[in-house]
């Protein structure tokens, strides 16, 4: 099944807040890619290819994982628009990563610092939004970045 543009644009703008979140966050991105393939069953889009994550980086990785499913708003998108790229596994794997990392902690108090987590992701794309937009665009006209690609992409006053 071939893709809209729209889902491109909304799959663009997801690995864009990723890269950069992942950028912000200290965590080098060595490739951000749109390229992606689907089916009736499936939607399977996009990829960030990241430098290896410490322990230490887990809330900054939490943040990039929970900025992906939040980037698509950048650009307008609907609240109820099916997030078909990976919003959901992304939000799984941060959870997984609160519960391993606060072994102990609360079902209630997991779900909190996710809050607090997607809290955290909305202001670091709120501060840098023009340079998720302009990685959007780019992967729109490429396709495939490299990370220094994207470094590139910031604009200077930030
Ligand atoms: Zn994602």
Known sequence: MARTEQERWDTALHEAAHAVAYLVG?????????RGWGNQHMQINGKVVRARVCPEQAPEYIVALLA??????????ELDHPDADGGWSDRDKAYDIITWTNLGMSQQDRVNLMFTYYHQAAELLAKH????????LALMANTTLSGKDVVALRPADI
């Open 129 to 136: 939004r023009a340079w998720v937009l302009r990685v959007a």
């Open 26 to 34: 200290g965590i080098g991105v060595l490739r951000v890619t749109i």
């Open 68 to 77: 992906g499913s939040l980037g698509p708003m950048l650009g307008g998108l």
